[in-house]
Structure formats: C-alpha cells, structure tokens
C-alpha cells in the first residue's frame, strides 16, 4: 500500500466502520482517473465500464484484520465488508478525494458539474459538425 491513510465512515445504520485508503499507482490511477468520473455519469456514462473501474479503485482500500489488513481485491470482499451501497459511495468519494488534488474539499461534485454543463455545448458543436453529412438525401437506388 503507497502512503496509507485509515479512516472510519457511518453506515446507514450508524455503527462507525474503519478502512484503509491508499495511493494509486502512476499507471493504475491514470486509469482509474480517466474512467471513473465520466463513466459515473446518468445517461452518458457506462455502469459496467463505472463498476468495472470501481472495483480497480477498490483493491487499494483494505480493512484492518488481526492478521494485518486485507486488500478489498474482489467483489466478494467489497459486498462482504460493506454494509451498503452508500457507505461504499463514501469510500470511493474519499479514494478519489486522497488520490487527486483537484477532488479535495468536495471538488469531486464541482468537477462533475462542471463536465455536466459544458456536455450540451459539445454536443451541439459536434451535431453541428455533423448536420451537412447527417441531412444529405440518399440518392435513391435503381431498381435495374
């Protein structure tokens, strides 16, 4: 684990849970960084490509154990150390929040909106781009 850092949630049902945060590797975070946020998105996004990468994101937090800690490396263990979903969304909010500075102090949400607002502007320039190619009348076949 690079640089752990332990920190406890509520869940749902109030009981305090304790996990380990860790940094991501250079590679591995580079990854996880270019899908996670956009593949997260209602309606744009893609789930299985978000909880593909959610479960990346996951093998670099760990629970603490008699023996150590245990790397959460599976969806058997995440299902299996977490009570909820939202205690599970808590967790990948603060993994991002340690992993990049431009999430800190809740820019995760700014970030997002910020990505929200501009979607329809590109959309339209690319719609744009595309309306002479799009409206072209098929020429209409022979029927020799």
Request: charged share 20%; net charge neutral.
């Amino acid at each position: 684990m690079i640089e752990p850092k332990e920190i406890s949630v509520l869940t749902q049902g109030g009981v305090e849970k304790v996990f380990i945060l860790s940094k991501f590797p250079a590679i591995q975070g580079r990854e996880i960084i270019a899908k996670y946020p956009l593949s997260a998105m209602p309606k744009l996004g893609d789930y299985a490509v978000n909880e593909e990468t959610m479960l990346k994101l996951m093998a670099f937090v760990a629970v603490p154990t008699e023996n150590g800690t245990l790397a959460l490396t599976t969806r058997g263990l995440v299902d299996n150390h977490f009570p909820d979903w939202e205690t599970l969304a808590r967790i990948e909010m603060a993994m991002m929040e340690y992993n990049c500075s431009f999430f800190k102090g809740g820019m995760v949400s700014t970030f997002l909106e910020r990505i929200t607002e501009k979607i329809p502007s590109v959309a339209l320039s690319i719609l744009t781009h595309l309306s002479p190619v799009l409206s072209k009348q098929n020429k209409q076949r022979s029927k020799s």
